[in-house]
């Protein structure tokens, strides 16, 4: 890795600057000429593979996201920022390459690493075993975890509450997964954008939405008259997904990944969103919605 980074010439850098904006603007390729001088040592893991060839587009870097998941990924303009976009500019700055975002829906990311539409799959993304069957994930970046959200005034106060409420998750998330397995005669809104779902609870349409923290904090802050509660439902990790059938990608970010918590990288970004800073989403164009969940069952 230190290799790359040796080779990574100004112009290289100059061009990276570009591509850290995001979802939004990477179309230049200029990175690809530079990047081909780039070759793997054994040092960096016995892979022969040039960072080149680690992804399915020869010198591109794509990375699958929902962009709904402040502050990990959201739309900031054309763009999609926040902690994962900047965990994906830094992995393919190490690497050399260009990195491209695709933003979708969140139940799609798997199906895109598994096909190979999309290199890697960043998206606040907590390690299953059931995505175990399909990807492999890196080694954890983040520790995370469902919370409960209400309308100020619920008479929601613990997860024992939740049992025979209609719950509002994010379709196809561990939140989705952990209220229909879990919570006994609950009735399951599962809605594309889990800021749809908070809306309803503001709305009264449900009663609670099962959704990771930090998310829910900038959620709610958006959401005058809903609330977290204190207990937290689950601990989970975040980790990037990629293909089984990709190895020498996924060892290659694994080594990144350390790295950024040795040098203090991730700590740097984390900071950057989680800290006291960390801003509310934007209630406006960003987030318009139809309040309508996509799919509703009835739970355990
Ligand atoms: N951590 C949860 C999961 O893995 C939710 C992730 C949602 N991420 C997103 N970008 N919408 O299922």
Known sequence: MKKFKKV??????????????????????????????????????????????????????????????????????????????????????????????????????????????????????????????????????????QVIIVAEGSDIATADDLAGKTIGVQLGTTGDQYVTENITDATVERYNKGFEAVQAVQQGKIDAVVIDGEPAKQFVASAEGTQILDEPLTEEEYAIAVSKDNEALLNEVNKILAEMQENGKMAEIVNKYLGDNAEAVDDGATQESSDEAVETTTAA
């Open 8 to 145: 990574l010439a100004a112009t290289v850098a100059a061009t990276m600057l570009i591509s850290m904006a995001g979802c939004g603007g990477t179309t230049a390729d200029d990175t690809a000429e530079t990047t081909t001088e780039n070759t793997a040592s054994a040092e960096d893991g016995g892979s022969s593979e040039t960072p080149a060839d680690l992804t399915s587009n020869e010198g591109v870097l794509v990375w699958a996201t929902n962009a709904e998941f402040p502050p990990y990924e959201y739309h900031e303009g054309d763009s999609v920022v926040g902690i994962d976009a900047e965990i994906a500019d830094y992995i393919g700055e190490q690497l050399g390459l260009e990195v491209q975002c695709e933003d979708m829906a969140f139940d799609s990311i798997i199906p895109a690493v598994v096909s190979g539409k999309a290199d890697l799959g960043i998206a606040g993304m907590t390690v299953d075993p059931d995505r175990l069957e399909n990807v492999n994930f890196s080694d954890p970046y983040v520790n995370a975890g």
